[in-house]
């Protein structure tokens, strides 16, 4: 369940009963939007905050063009009136008269503002731009696609003129976004105020188009990232899966693999040692197993046998949805074949890292995706040398999307919220977006890149950052 779904439901069914206007999909919007971008809890309604949201982050960041601002001003009159009426509403909020009068206020700017170019954020630019060329990311079937279409949309931005492009773009990259100010001051720390050092490049080691001077964060050095994803055990496993599944293998209509070559290629990649360690994390302690090897086999084979679909079997459903969508595989008719040429370039490397770390990531367990983003971006920090796992631990917590947070303070709870990042650090320590040093992890060129498009991702709604 979205985090927002039952305060939402709670909310609808207060104004039903009322006969108050609440639109539902209004009411998301406002939460998603002032959750990722200025970390606000939806009950937090301080005075100014009805004008910045309908000002500032719904133009910037919000979907594009104009929205029926009479029904959000309402919406949002009945939503502080349910959170004041409820005892919901935090005491830092001002009141639910004043906030609707602040809005009506609000309201007579706000098509203008929603009309303004320069109060957009530098993705929602970069997307309008790429509908009234025609290229909209609205409606598209895969990750793969989505790519495709969005590096259409970055070469046609980039062979405008330089002027058009300033012209088009917002002054500020981020638009008051905490998180994007917070990744620019990484930046501006590491470059010195801005100025890029004698080894960094933004141009031809830039297939996105973005580090300009923008204010966003460049990717990391080409050469570097690619080797980290010729070096990366998923990545070579998804090949390895491939290579087996070579001119055709038969599928489901689910275009899922057959139980039997399903259970034959959990064997032929050794998929059980991944699965092992993903076991071990149930265990309260951390403890690694020491297992004889006779008990090992004993144990691959009843989790071999044991699932009785191919999506049912983790370890390797992880690998068969990213090879798809990155080209690795494809469907024709009942079977799968294998399409994927060699890299032949660190480019065409790093390409084909990065679609199936953004593929692994979009179908990871929802529970796990924040703790994993997050780890992802407290790793940015261009002056981290490394991560300790207790920090981590820490951090995650405290975030308002633990659900073993809000139950308790006991030793129990803290215990299954360690274990909980664990397990969801599990999902990519195999990639190579970081490196375990003991209790600590590493940052990688590889993983600075997942994390820049993480970012996206999320600001984009694809997975929940």
Same mark, same amino acid.
Request: charged letters at 25%.
């Given at each position: 369940m979205d985090q927002h779904e039952l305060l939402i439901r709670h909310a609808v069914a207060w104004a039903e009963k009322r006969r108050q206007p609440l639109d539902r999909d209004l009411l998301q919007t406002v939460l998603e939007l002032r959750d990722f971008h200025d970390a606000t809890a939806p009950q937090d309604w301080p005075a100014g905050s009805a004008e910045h949201l309908m000002l500032v982050r719904w133009p910037s960041h919000g979907p594009s063009g104009e929205p029926d601002v009479e029904r959000l001003v309402a919406t949002l009159d009945s939503f502080w009136r349910f959170l004041r009426g409820t005892g919901r509403m935090a005491s830092s909020s001002a009141d639910p008269r004043a906030l609707t009068? $602040?809005?009506r206020r609000a309201a007579q700017a706000m098509p203008a503002a929603c009309a303004d170019p320069s109060r957009h954020g530098a993705t929602?630019?970069?997307i309008e731009f790429g509908e009234s060329i025609g290229l909209s990311l609205e409606g598209v079937a895969s990750v793969e696609e989505a790519n495709q279409r969005l590096q259409q949309i970055v070469e046609a931005w980039n062979a405008l003129p330089q002027d058009q492009r300033h012209a088009l773009s917002s002054p500020s990259a981020h638009q008051g976004s905490l998180r994007g100010i917070a990744a620019t001051e990484l930046l501006a720390g590491a470059l010195g105020d801005g100025e890029l050092g004698d080894g960094d490049v933004v141009d031809d080691d830039d297939p996105w188009g973005l580090a300009d001077d923008?204010?966003?964060?460049?990717?990391?050095?080409l050469t570097e990232v690619a080797a980290g994803v010729r070096s990366s055990?998923?990545?070579q496993q998804c090949r390895r899966l491939a290579e087996w599944v070579g001119r055709g293998k038969e599928v489901t209509p689910k275009e899922v693999l057959r139980l039997a070559p399903a259970r034959e290629v959990y064997d032929v990649l050794g998929l059980w040692e991944w699965e092992r360690g993903e076991q071990q994390l149930w265990d309260a302690a951390?403890?690694?197993l020491d297992l004889p090897l006779r008990s $090992? $086999?004993?144990l691959s084979t009843a989790a071999r046998d044991s699932f009785r679909s191919a999506a049912d079997c983790r370890p390797l459903d992880r690998l068969w949805l990213p090879s798809l969508e990155a080209g690795l595989l494809a469907i024709e008719g009942r079977r799968a074949v294998a399409v994927g040429a060699e890299p032949r370039s660190d480019e065409e490397w790093r390409h084909l890292g990065v679609m199936l770390l953004a593929s692994l990531l979009i179908?990871? $367990?929802?529970l796990y995706v924040h703790a994993v983003v997050g780890a992802l971006v407290h790793l940015l920090d261009p002056a981290r040398h490394t991560l300790p796992l207790d920090d981590l631990e820490d951090w995650w917590w405290q975030s308002p999307r633990n659900p073993y947070a809000g139950p308790g303070e006991g030793r129990t709870w803290r215990t299954a919220s360690d274990r909980l990042l664990r397990r969801a650090l599990h999902e990519m320590d195999d990639t190579g977006v970081w490196r375990r040093e003991g209790g600590?992890?590493?940052p990688t060129p590889l993983g600075h890149d997942v994390a820049l498009l993480s970012a996206q991702l999320a600001e984009a709604g694809v997975i929940e950052g």
């Amino acid at each position: 369940m979205d985090q927002h779904e039952l305060l939402i439901r709670h909310a609808v069914a207060w104004a039903e009963k009322r006969r108050q206007p609440l639109d539902r999909d209004l009411l998301q919007t406002v939460l998603e939007l002032r959750d990722f971008h200025d970390a606000t809890a939806p009950q937090d309604w301080p005075a100014g905050s009805a004008e910045h949201l309908m000002l500032v982050r719904w133009p910037s960041h919000g979907p594009s063009g104009e929205p029926d601002v009479e029904r959000l001003v309402a919406t949002l009159d009945s939503f502080w009136r349910f959170l004041r009426g409820t005892g919901r509403m935090a005491s830092s909020s001002a009141d639910p008269r004043a906030l609707t009068k $602040e809005a009506r206020r609000a309201a007579q700017a706000m098509p203008a503002a929603c009309a303004d170019p320069s109060r957009h954020g530098a993705t929602k630019s970069l997307i309008e731009f790429g509908e009234s060329i025609g290229l909209s990311l609205e409606g598209v079937a895969s990750v793969e696609e989505a790519n495709q279409r969005l590096q259409q949309i970055v070469e046609a931005w980039n062979a405008l003129p330089q002027d058009q492009r300033h012209a088009l773009s917002s002054p500020s990259a981020h638009q008051g976004s905490l998180r994007g100010i917070a990744a620019t001051e990484l930046l501006a720390g590491a470059l010195g105020d801005g100025e890029l050092g004698d080894g960094d490049v933004v141009d031809d080691d830039d297939p996105w188009g973005l580090a300009d001077d923008s204010g966003i964060i460049p990717f990391a050095d080409l050469t570097e990232v690619a080797a980290g994803v010729r070096s990366s055990p998923f990545v070579q496993q998804c090949r390895r899966l491939a290579e087996w599944v070579g001119r055709g293998k038969e599928v489901t209509p689910k275009e899922v693999l057959r139980l039997a070559p399903a259970r034959e290629v959990y064997d032929v990649l050794g998929l059980w040692e991944w699965e092992r360690g993903e076991q071990q994390l149930w265990d309260a302690a951390g403890d690694q197993l020491d297992l004889p090897l006779r008990s $090992e $086999e004993l144990l691959s084979t009843a989790a071999r046998d044991s699932f009785r679909s191919a999506a049912d079997c983790r370890p390797l459903d992880r690998l068969w949805l990213p090879s798809l969508e990155a080209g690795l595989l494809a469907i024709e008719g009942r079977r799968a074949v294998a399409v994927g040429a060699e890299p032949r370039s660190d480019e065409e490397w790093r390409h084909l890292g990065v679609m199936l770390l953004a593929s692994l990531l979009i179908h990871t $367990e929802p529970l796990y995706v924040h703790a994993v983003v997050g780890a992802l971006v407290h790793l940015l920090d261009p002056a981290r040398h490394t991560l300790p796992l207790d920090d981590l631990e820490d951090w995650w917590w405290q975030s308002p999307r633990n659900p073993y947070a809000g139950p308790g303070e006991g030793r129990t709870w803290r215990t299954a919220s360690d274990r909980l990042l664990r397990r969801a650090l599990h999902e990519m320590d195999d990639t190579g977006v970081w490196r375990r040093e003991g209790g600590q992890l590493r940052p990688t060129p590889l993983g600075h890149d997942v994390a820049l498009l993480s970012a996206q991702l999320a600001e984009a709604g694809v997975i929940e950052g």
